[in-house]
């Protein structure tokens, strides 16, 4: 039976292509990404260093993107929000983000957190590397076994994107209004409509 891992790595294309072929319980820490990537085919691009980059191989799970969001809020520090549906926000900018590619038999969760470089729009985390790394490893075991609804409640709770007035961007076009909340199943709600993706930007 294969054994979980824990891979340590200078540089590597993305900590993703790494995970998704070790064992659940594994986890993939590099110093550099050369095609790290986000959701909707962005890139996740950072200097060499500067950046907490690891994936973690973790059982399936519905509302896993989250747990970590939950667990990286958490383990960043009470001033750490969530932006749906995945980003980190540090005083209403960004500070990291979540990308989760599931398989029938396991998930694999990336989280890329700025830590001593951002991109102009950008926010960075004032921690060291190591123990943030600690820190959200317990925090991601921890939300990732908790039960949906305990999971959806505490995002709520650390959220900055309910109430507030917003643009999503969807396939056919663009919806705006109010995001109401988040149902149980994790899927945004703007004036009574169910959003399942879409890039998200607040206005107010």
């Keep these: 039976m294969n054994r979980p891992r824990t891979v340590r790595l200078d540089s590597v294309s993305s900590?993703?292509?790494?995970?998704?072929d070790l064992p659940i319980g594994s986890v993939?820490?590099?110093?550099?990404?050369?095609?790290?990537?986000?959701?909707?085919?962005?890139?996740?691009?950072?200097?060499?260093?500067t950046a907490l980059l690891v994936s973690f191989v973790l059982e399936p799970n519905p509302?896993?993107?989250?747990a970590a969001g939950v667990a990286a809020a958490e383990a960043g520090g009470p001033e750490v929000r969530l932006k749906w549906p995945n980003d980190l926000?540090?005083?209403?900018?960004?500070?990291?983000?979540?990308l989760v590619e599931a398989t029938p038999d396991k998930a694999v969760c990336g989280i890329g957190i700025n830590?001593?470089?951002?991109?102009?729009?950008?926010?960075?985390?004032?921690r060291e590397r190591e123990?943030?790394?600690?820190?959200?490893?317990?925090?991601i075991k921890r939300w990732a076994a908790e039960p949906p609804r305990a999971v959806i409640e505490r995002w709520r709770s650390l959220s900055d994107t309910i109430g507030r007035r917003v643009r999503v961007e969807l396939p056919g076009g663009a919806i705006e209004g109010?995001?109401?909340?988040?149902?149980?199943?994790?899927?945004?709600?703007?004036?009574?409509?169910?959003?399942?993706?879409g890039s998200v930007t607040v206005l107010g």
Excluded: N, Y
Excluded at 63 to 66: A, E, I
Excluded at 115 to 120: G, Q, R, V
Excluded at 178 to 197: C, F, M, P, Q, T
């Design 89 to 98: 926000l540090l005083g209403g900018r960004k500070v990291g983000g979540i």
């Design 178 to 197: 109010v995001a109401e909340d988040i149902d149980d199943s994790g899927l945004l709600v703007v004036d009574g409509r169910v959003v399942s993706a």
């Design 15 to 20: 900590t993703q292509d790494v995970a998704r």
């Design 131 to 139: 123990p943030l790394l600690e820190d959200l490893h317990r925090a």
């Design 63 to 66: 509302v896993l993107s989250l």
């Design 28 to 49: 993939v820490v590099a110093d550099f990404q050369t095609a790290g990537r986000g959701r909707l085919d962005h890139r996740w691009e950072a200097p060499a260093g």
């Design 115 to 126: 830590l001593t470089w951002a991109p102009p729009d950008g926010a960075l985390l004032d």
